[in-house]
């Protein structure tokens, strides 16, 4: 009996892709269903982010950074202002310390949900875990929109402090919510975590080993699910972080039921944060005086914080004029995506979606 | 008291009345032939007209209910409760073009969007819908379901093979495989109650469930169980929706299709949805039997209850990848439904027929093989609890905790 | 430990490197292209510099820099910055994909955007951009103003008409 003769075919998955997080492409190689090869390619969405930074003047950056990763606006922010006051050499007052961090902790919950929600879709749920998760996630952007006035593009963080106090309804609303988080990230475990079919699809799905996930540059629960206790809120504390107790959420195998229990335990710690930073949050200032044209100092900086997605820096460079010389964005998706064709060789073609969603893609960050 | 049961006799065969009464008006001026076929076409014009208009209600239903399971209210614009969003869907459908694609296979990909909703409705020409109320009662009524029903897979493999797309490419692999493995288990699971009741025809084995005075739910639960769950995947619903996994191969094999063409395949994919619960209320459910309401209503009270619970699937459940399903397929369904069409036809030797030691030693033979297998296959579903291990401030002497 | 610790440690054993140290708020060490795979492969293997965290292509209008930012994630310590020129007529650095299998796609923005070749990097083609673009957006003097900009016809456009 001759032998079969089977054929590859390419599949071209993409730009337009209900899968895909936005406009991403993959070029898929297919032997059957089984991947036989992958190849991202990216910049779609591509507006070149960093030239039109360099135009804007340093306090214009500010809400362009909402425009990175459009599901966590306040981690950006956060990274670009704590660049520009290392930059600048400029201290924010304790209580805006305060208000940032419940402000960016509130941003990882509102992303881990919307990753969590997003891999479920990919699982080929109709949307149920998805409304579960986004429920939740419209009480944090109410919270927002009644601190700074917009649900998802807020512009907030200010150089040197937040742009105005927190209203008097923030606090006892923001602890009733902190108080029902831990309640429904019960709820959607029991939807999840316990079910066979999740576990069947996820479990040894897209192992990454820890090795190749830091060879690769991996950061945030992607690296921390391979087992890899890496945490710039931990290695490096920035801001106020290392007055808080929290634990670093580390998985065993690496695979994508490993990430999606990383960022549900995440979310329990940031609940932690919040608690914490809830009970000390202090009175006084939000700001230092404002100036009207902002020129640090020449020089240049890398600053890092460990954003929902994982490492997000900014490195500034001033030649002491009021706009950066060079504003370059390192985005944890655009490096957490190399680690794609890895995981994705030698499985079936429905777990090339599931690790895209396990990843956590924003391409507003991977293309800039 | 009389009276009342009367009243309730009347509504239970006004469609057999109506329809015997209009035969007899037209006997009067017609030839007996003429008035046969008329009254064939009539019949399936009623089917036709049926099918289609319980699409309008099924669509919504299904949408509504699916809202209500995540928190929303689904359709309420258009229409009071917005009933009337499904015709507003086919008028869009309607009035958008039609797109062929250049390479597609002409003849084939035109073809294919009628192919798959003309056994849809064959199917229901044997589905007893009431006392009496069946458009035909072939013999071999449930041959006839598993052979035309099978039809609908050729359809969608033109669809596939027609778009001249791969990822329709894909689906249509998809779909023939899932299709032939699933009707495997779907059949033999039947054949248990075919065994008791000694007749293929759906008339008969409702009646059967009469004799027994039980429905067939309660003698075979896990043909019911084995039977509905092979149905699920046989009519594509989640969470053996592979075939159009929209997350995936975004929508297999329609996904060419645009305008009254894709409606076709929508139409037939909610006929099919139906139908398997009308043909799993006929075989376990009892069919029309059921005290005080009228059987038409009995019918589709069941039928319907069993259609809520394909949408609680499709709210609830991922899919499953494709190596998983046909695993599903040959090592847990095929096995459990021979083992159960064994044991069936041994006891069914061993007990009297129509008592209630005869159920009650089906009940157990049934609760004994699904202890059985799950005590065999136990370990293997109990999968150990993973948990994330919490590096606490203290004990990290990683990187940089100065 | 300090860069300047990282630094004199270095600089003591590699004297032939010729390292330069530059103060900052970011202090930083300043590397020769041609030494600088030697350097990253000491910095990673003896030191546990895995992870190369940033990799980013300055325009400094009379030469432009490539700047590296590495952490560990095993260890203390860090970051190590550092710094490589490279002439505006021929910009061309050595890849460290080899060192660093993350920096693939860091390299190929670079390239993209900056125009500053790799040599040695596995595939460096366009990441960003597509394909056939004239020209590298974050230099100096690409034009960035719509008004300072001429908009050309691509391949594309025709087949939208």
Known sequence: ?368 | MELVQRILQFVDQIFVNLSSWASSQLANFLPEWAVTFLMMFATVLVLVVFGLGSIIWINVFERKVIGRFQDRYGPNRFGPWGLLQCVADMIKLLTKEDITPTKADRLIYNLAAVVPIVPTFLILAVIPFGRGMVAADLSIGFLYIVAVGSLGTIGIFMASWGSRNKYSLLSGIRTVAQMISYEIPMVLSVVGVLLLVGSLSMVSIVDAQGQWRLPFIVLQPLAFVLYFTSAVAEVNRSPFDLPEGESEIVAGYHIEYSGIKFAMFLLAEYINAFSICAIATTLFLGGWRGPVLPSWAWFFLKTYSLYIVLIWLRATLPRLRVDQLMNFAWKTLVPLALANLMVTALVAKLVPQYSLIGAGAFLVMNVVIILGIALVKYPRWKRERREVVLVPRSASSQAGSS | MTTKETFEGLAAKFPQFDLGYLEGKDPAVLVKGENLVDLAQHLREEQDYDYCASITGVDYEDRFEVVYHLYSTTRKGGPVILKVHATRDNPEVPSVVSIWPGADWQEREVWDLMGIRFSGHPDLRRILMWEGFQGYPLRKDFPGMKDEYTFSQTSGDRENE
């Not at chain 1, 921390?224 to 931990?234: Q, W």
């Not at chain 1, 030649?319 to 079936?348: E, T, W």
Request: aromatic content about 10%; hydrophobic content about 40%.
């Open chain 1, 1 to 368: 009996m001759s032998e079969l003769k089977t054929e590859t075919i390419t599949v071209n998955m993409g730009p337009q892709h209900p899968s895909t997080h936005g406009v991403f492409r993959l070029i898929l190689t297919l032997d059957g269903e089984t991947v036989v090869d992958v190849e991202p390619v990216v910049g779609y969405l591509h507006r070149n982010h960093e030239k039109i930074g360099e135009y804007n003047n340093w306090i214009q950056n500010t809400p362009f950074t909402d425009r990175l990763d459009y599901i966590s606006p306040m981690s950006n922010e956060f990274a670009y202002v704590l660049a520009v006051e290392k930059l600048a050499e400029i201290e924010s007052p304790e209580r805006a310390n305060y208000i940032r961090i419940i402000m960016v902790e509130l941003n990882r919950i509102v992303n881990h949900m919307v990753a969590v929600g997003f891999l479920l879709n990919e699982l080929g749920c109709f949307f149920t875990p998805m409304f579960y998760a986004i429920r939740w996630r419209e009480l944090v952007m109410d919270l927002y929109e009644m601190t700074a006035g917009s649900r998802m593009m807020p512009n907030y963080f200010w150089i040197g402090g937040v742009a105005a106090d927190l209203p008097p309804r923030f606090l006892p609303e923001c602890k009733e919510l902190v108080a029902a988080l831990p309640s429904f990230i019960d709820e959607l475990e029991r939807l999840i975590t316990d079910s066979e079919i999740v576990q069947m699809r996820c479990k040894n799905v897209g192992i990454l080993p820890p090795d190749v996930a830091v060879a690769y540059g991996c950061t945030g629960p992607l690296l921390r699910a391979s087992g890899v206790p890496y945490d710039i809120r931990r290695a490096e504390p920035y801001s106020i972080y290392d007055r808080f107790d929290f634990d670093v959420v580390v998985g065993t195998v690496g695979d994508v039921y490993d990430r999606y229990l990383v960022r549900i335990v995440e979310m329990r710690q940031s609940v932690r944060i919040l608690e914490q930073a809830l009970r000390d949050l202090p009175e006084g200032e939000t700001a230092t005086p404002k100036k009207k044209k902002f020129t640090p100092p020449q020089g240049d900086v890398y600053h890092r914080i460990e954003a929902p997605k994982g490492e997000l820096g900014f490195y500034l460079v001033s030649d002491g004029s009021d706009h950066p010389y060079r504003y370059k964005i390192r985005a944890p998706s655009f490096v957490n995506l190399q680690s794609l064709p890895y995981m994705c060789k030698g499985h079936k073609i429905a777990d090339v979606v599931i690790v895209i969603g396990s990843i956590d893609l924003t391409m507003g960050e991977v293309d800039r």
